[in-house]
């Protein structure tokens, strides 16, 4: 009996053995491209990334590339102010101020791109020089070749420089994506060629700059997290390719709290700049929306007590002397009630239906002045870009 039990258990010792190996075997020849290396099971993983092609050595690769291009701008300004010596008298004080901030090489022929802001002088002041320091320390004397204020562009000139380094490819920004990395080059506080990395975080912001004649609006910016300081302005702002995607310009006000939050012009904008300006170089206000010169306010119960007026419209609380409204006979106290047939019941409705006349365009406006109804007719001009900016409540088309 003990025998015939060994001699079962032997026999399906070797029956076992023999068919895990015919397994193997099988498995060895049907599953040949399913398995991985030594006939392994294959292991799930993400996309293998390819050694020299990580992110950050394609940051390192895309400064590398651009970096020759980008320059310096040191500007001179002469001007004249105000001083005060006591609380009863002020005098004029002539000054020399030193302004600075980036830019790019954009053309074979020594075109160099940066904002407006930085080589347009303010209270009528004039730029005397402009100094352009390359990567390589050469400092070559510049000039303006034309501006848009109201794009807040420039092109900045040199010529007969021999050693120009190659134009900036520009990207087209339309394709952008937010999350997408924004590699800021520049001169921020005069620190020489400084790089800041962040992302880009949004598209078609409307901002006010602030200026000493009260502030600029710009519309279409394009938001980033890129730390920018003064200085960086006017400098390219980098897709991880070397590419451009964008002109740095601002940041939202530290006062407000805000941290992260940049601006800058969309390169699609700004190639359409450099075309316009190559092709009609000069000083350029640029601002393209219809102005007539008055501030509006959305009428209140309030304001309606302050007017003795019933009913819903805006009104004028502002007219500017020698423009379009004051040469129609518009005062402050009239409300509009229409633009061009259509009914506007609050100031923004009124100033988008202003400002998308096109310069030179009369537009039609439904006025009440003093308890009579009455048409006015108004030849709108082009926004001045310098045009002084007003709160929310009481805006200036």
Aim: no cysteine; net charge neutral.
């Amino acid at each position: 009996m003990k025998n015939r039990i060994l001699s079962t258990s032997i026999v399906a010792l070797v029956g076992a053995i023999i068919g895990s190996f015919a397994m193997m075997l099988y498995a060895s020849t049907h599953f040949a491209n399913v398995a991985g290396p030594g006939n392994t099971p294959p292991a799930v993983s993400a996309a293998v990334i390819v050694s020299g092609t990580s992110d950050q050595d394609r940051i390192v690769s895309a400064v590398k590339r651009v970096a020759p291009s980008v320059v310096a701008l040191n500007v001179t300004v002469n001007g004249q102010q105000l001083v005060p010596v006591d609380p009863f008298s002020q005098r004029i004080q002539r000054y020399r101020a030193q302004a600075s901030g980036s830019g790019f090489v954009i053309s074979r022929d020594g075109l160099i791109v940066t904002n407006a802001h930085v080589v347009r002088p303010p209270n009528g002041g004039s730029v005397s020089k402009i100094e352009v320091i390359f990567q390589n320390n050469d400092r070559v004397a510049g000039h303006v070749y034309g501006m848009n204020i109201g794009a807040d562009v420039a092109l900045v000139k040199v010529d007969n420089y021999a050693k120009l380094p190659p134009p900036v490819e520009i990207a087209d920004s339309s394709k952008l994506q937010a999350g997408q990395w924004a590699i800021a080059i520049g001169e921020p506080l005069e620190l020489k060629q400084s790089v800041a990395v962040g992302v880009v975080s949004g598209f078609n912001r409307d901002e006010v700059i602030g200026t000493e004649n009260g502030g600029q609006e710009f519309k279409g910016l394009m938001q980033i997290s890129t730390p920018i300081n003064p200085g960086n302005s006017g400098g390219p702002l980098i897709d991880i390719d070397g590419r451009l995607i964008g002109v740095n310009q601002s940041t939202a006000s530290p006062q407000a709290g805000a941290q992260g939050i940049g601006f800058a012009i969309p390169s699609n904008a700004v190639k359409e700049q450099i075309a316009s300006l190559q092709k009609n170089p000069g000083v350029h206000q640029g601002t393209n929306v219809g102005y007539i010169g008055a501030s509006l306010a959305t009428v209140t119960p309030d304001l309606e007590v302050q007017l003795n007026y019933k009913g819903k419209g805006v009104a004028i609380v502002q007219v500017v002397q020698g423009t379009p409204a004051d040469s129609a006979g518009l005062q402050p106290g009239d409300v509009i009630q229409r633009v061009n047939g259509k009914d506007v019941t609050t100031n923004t409705e009124a100033i988008d239906a202003i400002r998308a006349a096109k310069p030179g365009q009369t537009i039609a406006l439904q006025v009440w002045s003093g308890g009579v109804k009455k048409l006015v007719n108004v030849k709108v001009t082009e926004r001045p870009a310098d045009a002084g900016y007003v709160p929310q409540q009481q805006q200036q088309p």
